[in-house]
């Protein structure tokens, strides 16, 4: 069983507010990446980090930010959210090397109104 | 650059064999994946397979590689119930920056 947790699964949230959904692992993973899942499915990788103070965009914008601080945590924050935000936040991480699974989280799926 | 693609939705009835295809681009990738997602879930690898094999088998899942058309399938012998989710196609280029590069993924219905 994974041991990456995302917290919290669901959020609903007003227009302007700010933030944060959590990733935390316990196995050590130097990578970690941030997803976000349309409705229709397709994964946009938008984050990624390969280490401590690593943090890099992916190939979708978004207008999120993240950090690395520690090892075992990721957090993705929204200074003002927007209805166009809304959207399931998938985070994942891996261990070094060319064949290594891919450990994903539950998701937060986050609904702003 | 890179590109996964895979069909969006296949119906299988309950006791048939399912096959889910998918494309890809970097003939480089050495590795190439195929995860499972059920409702309300994160992604779970269900099995992958290294670009010198042509098949792998693993209980009900068969994977078969093409290297020369760049295809993969997924192949679910006796699909069951259980298996109805959506279905990921993805590789990781081994130049670059360790990203995992997925397909749209595949919905897979179980008709009874």
């Known amino acids: 069983e994974a041991d990456i947790y995302q917290t919290p699964r669901y959020l609903v949230i007003g227009t302007g507010k700010k933030i944060t959904l959590e990733c935390s692992q316990t196995?050590?993973?130097?990578?970690m990446y941030w997803y976000q899942q349309d409705p229709g499915m397709e994964l946009h990788l938008i984050h990624y980090s390969y280490g401590v103070n690593s943090t890099e965009k992916g190939d979708l914008s978004s207008e999120s930010t993240v950090s690395r601080i520690r090892t075992e945590h990721f957090p993705l924050t929204l200074e003002s959210a927007r209805p166009s935000h809304t959207s399931q936040y998938l985070c994942a991480s891996k261990d070094g090397g060319m064949n290594t699974e891919a450990f994903f989280g539950q998701g937060t799926r986050l609904t702003v109104v | 650059g890179e590109d996964v693609e895979q069909s969006l939705f296949l119906s299988v009835r309950e006791g048939d064999s399912s096959v889910i295809n998918c494309t890809y681009t970097d003939s480089s990738s050495t590795y190439l994946y195929w995860y499972k997602q059920e409702p309300g879930a994160g992604l779970q690898l269900l099995t992958y397979?290294?670009?010198?094999?042509d098949m792998k088998q693993d209980q009900r899942l068969t994977v078969l590689l093409n290297k020369k058309d760049k295809h993969l399938s997924l192949r679910i012998a006796d699909t069951q119930t259980g298996d109805s989710a959506i279905y990921f196609c993805a590789e990781t280029p081994p130049l670059g920056d360790d990203k995992i590069i997925f397909g749209k993924g595949t919905r897979l219905h179980i008709l009874p």
């Open positions: 397979i290294f670009s010198n094999m």
């Open positions: 196995m050590g993973h130097d990578k």
